[in-house]
């Protein structure tokens, strides 16, 4: 029996993993799972709720309660928390910066992670920071994307730019740091590139070319399989 495909993308803020997850899963025909922005809705839900966000047990304990899912086709993801549609409502800079923080707490890692690994069991593509290393280390495909930091900045810039035309890229780049730190040295599942990942730096290159190079690799690999799974037994 052929297992799900899974195909794991990771890196730092800024690398462009939403946008070529949602392409890759578009063009393979599978579930699309964004696992920033199910991070996002715990933050939304701790905003809503009496507990303080520096209360890592209650912080933890809603995580492992609170309904979200994601369902559409993946340039039309929804966001549901608690069944309401939350997709605008988690995309503010508070609620950004609050899942930031919050997905260092380790419980709340563990309540995503074991969504993450229910959801996938159809065949996913995920991007997160940690999806090849914790969430699926079996994965058949590992993706690792990254760029200099400045080419980062100025793509989130552009896009934090579209909801806030206040915001300075000086302000983006700062934050962005101050977020690839805090990701990169928390104690529970830090952004740490697999071993096995295939590394693209998109530096200097568009979206459709990073997307060509991902589709081949994925593509290359699954034509062996197939190849492998039709050679008759001796």
Known sequence: MTRPLIIAIDGPSGAGKSTLGRKLARALNLLYIDTGSMYRAVALAVMESSISASDDVAVGSLAGRVDIDLKGDPDSLQVTLGGLDVTDQIRTEEVTDLSSIISTIPAVRRAMVARQREMGKRGAVLNGRDIGTVVFPDAEFK????????????????????????????????????????????????????????????????????????????????????????????
């Open 143 to 234: 993706f690792f994307l990254t760029a200099l930091p400045q080419a980062r900045a100025e793509r989130r810039f552009n896009e934090d730019r579209a909801q806030d035309p206040s915001v300075s890229f000086e302000e983006t780049f700062a934050d962005m740091t101050e977020r690839d730190a805090r990701d990169s040295t928390r104690a529970d599942s830090p952004l740490k590139k697999a071993d096995d990942a295939i590394v693209i730096d998109s530096t200097g290159l568009t979206i459709n070319e990073v997307f060509r190079q991902m589709m081949a690799a994925v593509q290359e690999k699954l034509s062996h399989r197939d190849a492998e799974s039709q050679t008759p037994l001796p």
